[in-house]
T-cell receptor, first 113, second 114 residues
């Protein structure tokens, strides 16, 4: 089993739609979680961190479910510019300062006019 | 600030050739990382450097060596390239070696080994 698993998609949605991605992780002791965005043939960039209580940044909402070991990302009112690959990222080591991250393979979103 | 820079952007090697990928950051970050990204797989950590003067193996270190030349620069060397090392290589840095710190990535080096 992969440490971080995502549905690769692609998810094809019309502009204005709401879309949600899930990601599961295998290490129950994992402490920190992130969503990164990667545009085609570009480097990954941090979209948002995921906090235990859930957090929102504009049209984006991230949630963490420790009991079921999954993280979700909800995008409301999708824009064409949201088309990208979304990477689920986990630090698998508890209370660790290694800075080492485990990346999922990514979920591709294509927003169509 | 340029952030994280990588050279070269593209490279084609023949099996058995060697090369060094260069990475530099101007954000005064302590920690630096080298990843590879292959189709259908997430980024995988090759080596990392928690601070100047230290390096440690990541998930897939075989066939690679690294040097943390100074606080700014972290290079990745392929001594004898193999087709399995065809990949996109990303360098990243973070302020300190902490799981909560954002990692900033360079634009990547696209390497093909024939």
């Amino acid at each position: 089993r992969k440490e971080v698993e995502q549905d690769p998609g692609p998810f094809n949605v019309p502009e204005g739609a709401t879309v949600a991605f899930n990601c599961t992780y295998s290490n129950s002791a994992s402490q920190s979680f992130f969503w990164y965005r990667q545009d085609c043939r570009k480097e990954p960039k941090l979209l948002m961190s995921v906090y235990s209580s859930g957090n929102e940044d504009g049209r984006f909402t991230a949630q963490l479910n420790r009991a079921s070991q999954y993280i979700s990302l909800l995008i409301r009112d999708s824009k064409l510019s949201d088309s990208a690959t979304y990477l689920c990222v986990v630090n698998p080591l508890p209370s660790s300062n290694t800075g080492k991250l485990i990346f999922g393979q990514g979920t591709t979103l294509q927003v169509k006019p | 600030n340029a952030g994280v820079t990588q050279t070269p952007k593209f490279q084609v090697l023949k099996t058995g050739q060697s090369m060094t990928l260069q990475c530099a950051q101007d954000m005064n970050h302590n920690s630096m990382y080298w990843y590879r990204q292959d189709p259908g797989m997430g980024l995988r950590l090759i080596y990392y450097s928690a601070s100047e003067g230290t390096t440690d193996k990541g998930e897939v270190p075989n066939g690679y060596n690294v040097s943390r030349l100074n606080k700014r620069e972290f290079s990745l060397r392929l001594e004898s390239a193999a087709p399995s090392q065809t990949s996109v290589y990303f360098c990243a840095s973070s302020e300190r070696q902490s799981s909560y710190n954002e990692q900033f990535f360079g634009p990547g080096t696209r390497l093909t080994v024939l």
